[in-house]
DNA sequence: TCTGGGGTCCTAGGACCC
DNA sequence: TCTGGGGTCCTAGGACCC
């Protein structure tokens, strides 16, 4: 059997590489985003890297270097960078017939009938269509499994002899070839491999990719569960992660936030959280399920020291599942009562939904509790689609459950968000 | 003063059943 | 005093990813 080569397409530092795109004068300087709220460092320009400024480091620790080498800082712009994630991904799409989404500014292509030289290529042709199309830099690896591809595609950037290509293909490796390349990688830099178990292997005197891949299955599969196994298959060539080509439908939703500043008052947290259930239901109901279970979480800050902390959380299982935002909005508030207590100074909230199932295939509860019957339903369904549609065409959040508050003095701090450029006809005018 | 948010999967252990 | 064994379901915790 002829395996199918694998293509991972990485958008370079997709982040910075968005907030470039519409303000060219960010080009050739060192350039970061920030994460929710401001406080930490989430995406680096090479120039950035190159300063040694970490992936994840605290804003506060890292101020005096950004300030010092005249950085650009940009808070993260989440509806910018979705949109144009969505135009790269279409662009993908025209050059394979499967494609996995594998996450915002990452996907992996199938690219069966071609010769390692056609792959090359190929490889060209797309960076240059995504470049065209989008403005978004690509870089690309090529190989017969999505572990290899992804090792292939981190030495596109990191090989000094390929970083200007952007593209790296091992898909006409000789044995001897890819033990050598792996040898060169080190064990914490292959996906699926984490910080905990680099450490554990090197204690066993697994240092390198190479090490990994000669390891026993055995004992693999004992220490590194059998996803470790399949991360050692896939290093010796072996297909086993399949192409997920369909995202499923989430089995889990989660929406929290950490305040832009602390919380005491009972009614500002069941604000936010009101605010926070009606963008989960509206998660849920894009995806067409209901929920059976509900879960409110509250904390204090983790790092504020000399504060007393409190932590706690409690978990709903629904009358009935649901997406009715008035619904999960009442339970969560009676949620947030039991466990809210005076005193705090609250950083964050959030709530999950678990147990989704299809809208469609609930079952009705009889008794008349929630919902209710099913005219009620039906009535109650139309009412979030039309409010779903309003915010769709007019702007998040434009129709809300009066319990969100309208004010959210609470909300993040995005001290330096970008327009969104893509999304806004009056923001584009703006600038 | 200031430390993101949203997911998945696997395993162990307890509860419960026959 | 000795005190089965196997199956299922659920949950909590750990590890990983971007």
Redesign the pocket.
């Known amino acids: 059997m002829i395996q199918t080569p694998v293509a991972l397409v990485?958008c370079n530092n997709?982040y910075v590489s968005c907030e470039r795109l519409f303000n060219p004068a960010l080009h050739n300087r060192p350039v970061v985003v920030l994460?929710?709220?401001d406080?930490?460092v989430?995406a680096r320009s090479n120039e950035a890297k190159e300063l040694g400024i970490k992936?994840?480091a605290?804003?506060?620790?890292v101020?005096d270097l950004l300030k010092k080498n005249q950085v650009e800082v940009w808070s993260?712009n989440y509806t910018l960078y979705a949109s144009l994630s969505q135009r790269v991904m279409t662009t993908l799409e025209m050059f394979a017939p499967e494609v996995e989404v594998?996450?915002?500014?990452?996907a992996f292509l199938w690219l069966p009938g071609f010769s390692p030289a056609e792959l090359d290529a190929q490889a060209v042709r797309i960076r240059q269509k995504v470049g065209q199309w989008t403005g978004i830099p690509v870089s690309i690896g090529l190989a017969p499994t999505k572990t290899l591809a992804?090792l292939a595609n981190r030495q596109s950037k990191k090989n000094p002899l390929y970083k200007e290509k952007g593209i790296f293909n091992i898909t006409g490796y000789s044995r001897a070839q890819l033990d050598e390349l792996l040898a060169s990688v080190r064990v914490e830099d292959?996906?699926?491999?984490?910080?905990?178990?680099?450490a554990?292997l090197q204690q066993h005197g697994i240092d390198t990719a190479y090490d990994l891949k000669e390891a026993p299955d055995r004992w693999v599969?004992k220490h590194l569960?059998?996803?470790g196994l399949r991360t050692v298959y896939e290093l010796r060539g072996i297909p086993s992660f399949p192409a997920e080509l369909a995202a499923?439908?989430?089995?889990?939703?989660?929406?929290?936030?950490?305040f832009g500043r602390?919380i005491e008052s009972f009614e500002e947290l069941s604000e936010a959280v009101a605010t926070?259930v009606s963008?989960l239901a509206e998660?849920l109901r894009a995806q067409h399920s209901v929920a059976s279970?509900l879960e409110v979480f509250i904390h204090t800050?983790?790092?504020?020291k000399g504060r007393e902390r409190y932590a706690n959380a409690v978990?709903m299982r629904l009358p009935q599942p649901t997406a009715y935002t008035p619904e999960l909005v009442a339970h969560a508030r009676r949620g947030l009562e039991a466990i809210y207590r005076p005193g705090f100074k609250y950083?964050?909230a959030?709530v999950?939904v678990m147990g989704l199932v299809p809208e469609t295939g609930r079952q009705l509860n009889l008794f008349g509790e929630g919902e209710g019957d099913p005219a009620t339903l039906e009535r109650n369904r139309k009412l979030m689609a039309a409010v779903d549609g309003l915010n769709r065409q007019m702007g998040r959040g434009t129709v809300r459950i009066a319990t969100a508050g309208t004010t959210e003095a609470w909300g993040?701090r995005r001290g330096k968000l970008s327009p969104r450029y893509t999304t806004r006809w009056d923001e584009l005018l703006a600038i």
């Open positions: 990485d997709f994460s929710n709220n406080g930490c989430i992936m994840g605290p804003v506060f620790e101020r993260s594998y996450s915002i500014d990452e992804k292959i996906w699926g491999i984490g910080a905990r178990r680099a554990f599969q569960t059998v996803m499923p439908p989430k089995k889990t939703i989660v929406t929290s936030r950490g602390d926070y963008r998660k279970v800050s983790h790092f504020a978990t950083q964050k959030g999950m993040m």
